[in-house]
């Protein structure tokens, strides 16, 4: 484990069982998230991204479910280790941002009891002592009259509000490790950006390093200093964000990057997506499970996992491409992406 490293992940393997075998849905994932960095973690929906969470925390708990490889928290490792060690980290040193809090929550118990109930779990603090400070945790959170609002149930709250409130849950025992999971999912604009704003400020407030999980490429953008790629559960390019923007060395990537409506300029009349859809987890092609999209496929593409290529510091990614010379065409938006209608 590097010393710099908080977790390092290593060859992680998720498989479900399906029709007598085992599908794995994470495929041989890698990364290492250092202390106070903010990590993204984009993909289309179905690539493993929540999944890849939920392993991190120890909470896939479906019968049969096998989870193998390496996860290194602070030279800790957790796959394989007993529910109820890991119970002692969850909340205290490694918490979550669940994708919906209103279901996160538990309907029949206020706020404020749900976020005492975890200061109270972890630490050895009286019920006044918890109280005080989940009211000031969501007083710092942008939460409004905190102490009324910590006493309301979460179907009272607004979707902003909820969001907060299970911030500010997640921040109740000053974790090291943060798991956003598409924290803004559903939220309107301006609270999205709230949201964000309190994200990127955690890591100076709380020293927290976070691992944010988002399909929204100009999320990754405004907030992360890295970026890892992940397509049909596996690694397809991982890099320094700037880099990864500036000079995308994947065809994923790239049209993922394509893909986004131009800020400038005349205004385009179809909306831009990738080609075709990502395959099923059993149905994966032997080579590289993104060659059936992908114009620039050849038989080394399908005949063969990609090595992992160097294309610069930190930067690499799972493409034959590079290892060829061959620089990603400049016309990339044409010739992967296809026009698709708006809504």
Known sequence: MPPSALLDVRNLRVSFPARGQMIPIVDGVSFTLNHQDILGLVGESGSGKSVTALALMG???APGVQVTGSVC???QELV???QKKLRHLRGKEIAMIFQDPMTAFTPVYTIGWQIDEQIRAHERV?????RARTVKLLGDMGVPDPERTANRYPHQ???GLRQRAMIAMALS???SLLIADEPTTALDVTVQAQILELIRSLRDTHHSSILLITHDMGVVAETCDNTMVLYSGRVAEYGPTSALFASPSHPYTAGLLASIPPLDGPRPLRLPAIAGAPPLPQNRPAGCAFSPRCPYAHTACTTALPPYIATGPDHFAACVL???GTPL???IRNELVQESPQP
Do not use: Y
């Not at 009286?126 to 918890?130: H, I, K, L, N, W």
């Open 322 to 324: 590079p290892q060829e």
């Open 329 to 331: 065409p400049t016309r």
């Open 73 to 75: 928290f602070r030279d």
């Open 173 to 175: 025992c000053n974790p």
């Open 126 to 130: 009286s019920r006044q002592q918890a």
């Open 80 to 82: 394989g280790m007993p």
């Open 59 to 61: 909470l896939i708990d």
């Open 157 to 159: 709250l607004s979707g």
